[in-house]
C-alpha cells in the first residue's frame, strides 16, 4: 500500500509540475514565434520597400542622364528636325547599362524607334501591346510621360532569361516631337534578396526553438527529479531563459533594421545633393565651358550613387559567397578592385579546404570589403595586403596599407582602454565580429598607413 501510495504521490508531483510548465512553455513559444514572425514579416516589407526606393531613383537617374545626353541635339535649331531625331534614336540605342539595361523610345502613338534588344520591333506600332497580365503598358508609359514622368509596373521579357519577370519602368515625355523615352529594371533581384534573408531569419527562429525546446527538456527532468518542490523555482527560471532569447531576437532584428536603414543611406545621400546643386548651377550658369564641366561632374556623382547603391544591395548577402566561398569570394571583390583602382593588391592566405559556419564566412568578407572600401575611399594609399592565416587554432586576418593613416580622433579610448570607434564603418565591423566571438583591433598612424586585425578561434567557427 505504501509501494501504490509513493507511486501516486510521485506521478501526482510531476503532472502538477510538467503539465503547467508545458501549458506556460507552449504559450510563451507560441507568443515568441508569433512576434518573430511578425518582425520577420516587417523586415522583410521594410527591406523591399527600400530597396525598390533604390530602383526607383536609379531608374530616374537613368532616364535623366539619358535625357541630358541627347539635350543638346533635340534643342539645336541648327539641325532638321529629321537630322536631330535620327541622332538622337542612334545615341538612346547605343546607351546601355548593367547586363540587360536600356532604353527605349515610342512615339505618342506608340510606334517605336528605340529598342536595342528587339531591333524587328522598330517601325511597327505597339498601341495595343499587353503584357502576360493583360496591361496595356505602352499606354500606361505613353501616360505618365505625357504628365510629367512617372513609373509603371509589368510583367516583361528579361533579354537574358527569355521568359516574363516583373518589371518597373519609368518614362519622360519628349512634348516638341511627341515622343516617349524611358528605361525599366527588373525586380526578380529583390525578390531573391528577400528570400536570402527569409531563409537567414528560418534558420535563426529553427535554432531558437531547438534552444527553447532544449531547455524544456531539461527543466522537465530536472523537475521530474527534484519533485514538487522544486516547480516553481524552475518555472520561473525557464521564463527568465524564455524572456532573454524572446529580447535576443527582438535586438538582432531591430540592429539589423538599422544597419540596413544606415548602410542605404550612408553617402549617397550626399552624393545626391552634390548632383542636385550642381544641376542648380546648370541652370544659373550662363557660360556653355561651365555648364559642360557641372554636367561633367554631376554625371560622375550620379555613377557613384549608383556604384554605392549596388554595392550596399550586394551587401545585404554578398553574392560570392554562396556561389564561390569565402576565399574566391574575397579573391573576386580584390579583382574587381583591381579593375576599377590602381591600387597594388595582395591576397595571401593558407585556409584553402577549411570550412567555416555562414555567419563567420560573411562576416569576415564584409570586413574585408568595408575595409578595402575605406582604403580606396579614404587612404589614397599605393599598395594593401590582405592576410589570412592560421596561428595554431587561431585564424588572423589582417588588412594593412601604405596610405595616409587615420586621425587620432577616430580612434579614441575610455576609461578601461577598450577602443571606441568614431567612424561609423569601424564600429559597425567590429561589432560584427564581436558577434562571432572575435577580436577587432585598428591600429594607424599619420603617414604610416592602417592596419586592421580580426582574430578568431578556429574551434567555434
Known amino acids: ?39 520577420v514579416e516587417e ?20 532616364v535623366e542622364m539619358a535625357v541630358k545626353s541627347i539635350e543638346p541635339y533635340y534643342l539645336d535649331e541648327s539641325l532638321t528636325p529629321a537630322l536631330a531625331k535620327q541622332i538622337v534614336i ?104 528577400v528570400a536570402h534573408m527569409q531563409n537567414g531569419f528560418d534558420q535563426n527562429i529553427g535554432k531558437t526553438s531547438t534552444a527553447l525546446f532544449g531547455v524544456m527538456f531539461v527543466a522537465v527532468t530536472v523537475i521530474a527529479a ?20 524572446n529580447q535576443q531576437i527582438i535586438d538582432s532584428q531591430e540592429n539589423e533594421r538599422q544597419r540596413v536603414s544606415r548602410e542605404l543611406h550612408d553617402g549617397v545621400n550626399q552624393l545626391l545633393v552634390a548632383v ?14 561651365k555648364k559642360a564641366l557641372e554636367l561633367d561632374a554631376s554625371k560622375d556623382a550620379m555613377e557613384q550613387a549608383i556604384v554605392e547603391l549596388r554595392r550596399i544591395s550586394k551587401d545585404l548577402r554578398p553574392p560570392q559567397l554562396d ?24 591576397f595571401e592566405h593558407d585556409i584553402e579546404g577549411e570550412e567555416f559556419l555562414p555567419e563567420v564566412e560573411t562576416t569576415l568578407y564584409r570586413v574585408v570589403q568595408e575595409s578595402l572600401h575605406n582604403v ?42 577598450q577602443p571606441i570607434f568614431e567612424h561609423m564603418g569601424l564600429q559597425n565591423m567590429k561589432e560584427r565580429i564581436q558577434a562571432i566571438g572575435g577580436t577587432f583591433a585598428v591600429s594607424s598612424e599619420q603617414g604610416e598607413g592602417t592596419e586592421v586585425r580580426v582574430s578568431l578561434n578556429m574551434e567555434f567557427v
Do not use: C
Open 226 to 245: 527534484l519533485g514538487a518542490s522544486l516547480n516553481l523555482n524552475v518555472r520561473r527560471l525557464a521564463n527568465q531563459q524564455l524572456s532573454i532569447l
Open 276 to 289: 542636385k546643386y550642381r544641376l542648380d548651377n546648370v541652370d544659373k550658369e550662363k557660360d556653355d565651358t
Open 323 to 346: 556561389d564561390l566561398g569565402l576565399v574566391a569570394g574575397i579573391e573576386a571583390y580584390i579583382n574587381q578592385l583591381r579593375e576599377r583602382t590602381q591600387l597594388e593588391l595582395v
Open 43 to 62: 523586415q522583410v516589407a521594410l527591406t523591399r520597400g527600400n530597396v525598390l526606393s533604390v530602383k526607383k531613383q536609379e531608374l530616374k537617374q537613368y
Open 376 to 417: 580606396e575611399k579614404h587612404a589614397n594609399a599605393q599598395g594593401v595586403d590582405v592576410i589570412m592565416q592560421r596561428e595554431g587554432r587561431t585564424l588572423i586576418l589582417t588588412i594593412s596599407d601604405d596610405g595616409i593613416g587615420m586621425p587620432a580622433k577616430s580612434l579614441k579610448s575610455n576609461k578601461r582602454k
Open 1 to 39: 500500500m505504501g509501494f501504490v501510495s509513493n507511486r501516486r504521490l510521485s506521478i501526482n508531483i510531476i503532472l502538477l509540475s510538467i503539465v503547467p510548465l508545458i501549458v506556460v512553455v507552449a504559450i510563451v513559444a507560441s507568443i515568441l514565434f508569433s512576434q518573430a514572425k511578425q518582425l
Open 90 to 193: 542612334e545615341k538612346l540605342s547605343q546607351l546601355t547599362y548593367g547586363s540587360d539595361g536600356y532604353f527605349f523610345a515610342y512615339t505618342w502613338e506608340g510606334d517605336a524607334l528605340v529598342l536595342p534588344y528587339q531591333k524587328e520591333r522598330i517601325g511597327k506600332n505597339w498601341w495595343e501591346v499587353e503584357d502576360v497580365q493583360g496591361k496595356k503598358l505602352l499606354q500606361e508609359l505613353i501616360k505618365v510621360g505625357r504628365e510629367g514622368g512617372g513609373f509603371v509596373d509589368y510583367l516583361w521579357h528579361k533579354p537574358s532569361k527569355k521568359e516574363p519577370l516583373p518589371k518597373l519602368s519609368y518614362a519622360v515625355s519628349l512634348d516638341k516631337w511627341q515622343w516617349m523615352v524611358g528605361t525599366g529594371v527588373y525586380l526578380d533581384d529583390i525578390e531573391t534578396q
